[in-house]
């Protein structure tokens, strides 16, 4: 049977890099309502049509409409094999209407939460720099330059620094999640399909962990 990978973690935890890892070692797609939406409107479909309107306002796309554009995307052929949700979904109403894809499909639902304590998000977060000319990515805390704020290939030149990088947004961002994703956890925690995995570690190790869970340890 395939499985469908609810997939996890607060802004900071690493998660799309992991997601980015299924796809590319075991083949899973990676399905995010916001790469859906965007290929959407660049068709002329009926769905697209009901959606645009919603999205050139700002509002939040209703639920049936976001299910429906589920179902369309992960009956495509290269999902057969299962696929990763990220972003999906976001309400446990939204996760009682996947059960029903899932049985549509013959998918087996798993979710996977990539844990990182609260300190250490607000750390990667505030502390991130980045080489405006060749994009590498430092962090003051965890993987600092050799020379303060200067990059180790550019030492001529200053690293970045987000505006919304700092403390209050981080905060607010992680104080945001929690409130979203708390029910999301504890609906899939009382069916024992829920997770977690220690993202406090490096790549690969946090990659082993969850590629297990996909494989049944296979």
Excluded: W
Excluded at 125 to 147: A, D, H, L, Q, W
Excluded at 212 to 218: P, Y
């Amino acid at each position: 049977m395939s499985k469908i990978i609810v997939l996890m973690g607060a802004p900071g935890a690493g998660k799309g890099t992991q997601a980015r890892l299924l796809q590319e070692r075991r083949g899973l797609p990676q399905i995010s309502t916001g790469d859906m939406f965007r290929a959407l409107l660049k068709t002329q479909t009926p769905l697209a049509e009901e959606l645009r309107p919603i999205l050139a306002t700002g509002a939040l796309v209703p639920d049936d409409l976001t299910i429906r554009i589920v179902r369309e995307r992960t009956g495509q052929p290269d999902c057969l094999g299962g696929y990763i949700l990220d972003g999906f979904p976001r309400t446990t109403a939204q996760a009682e209407m996947l059960e029903k894809i899932a049985v549509e499909q013959g998918n087996e639902i798993g979710a996977i939460l990539v844990d990182v304590p609260f300190e250490i998000l607000e750390k990667r977060m505030t502390g991130r720099r980045s080489c405006p000319v060749c994009g590498e990515i430092y962090n003051v805390y965890f993987k600092p330059p050799k020379m303060d704020n200067v990059c180790d290939l550019h030492p001529d030149v200053q690293l970045n620094h987000r505006a919304d990088d700092n403390a209050e947004t981080s905060k607010v961002r992680l104080e945001t999640y929690e409130q979203q994703t708390q029910p999301l956890l504890d609906y899939y925690n009382a069916t024992e399909r829920l997770h977690r995995v220690d993202g406090t570690r490096d790549v690969e190790p946090i990659y082993n962990d969850i590629e297990k869970i996909v494989t049944g340890g296979r």
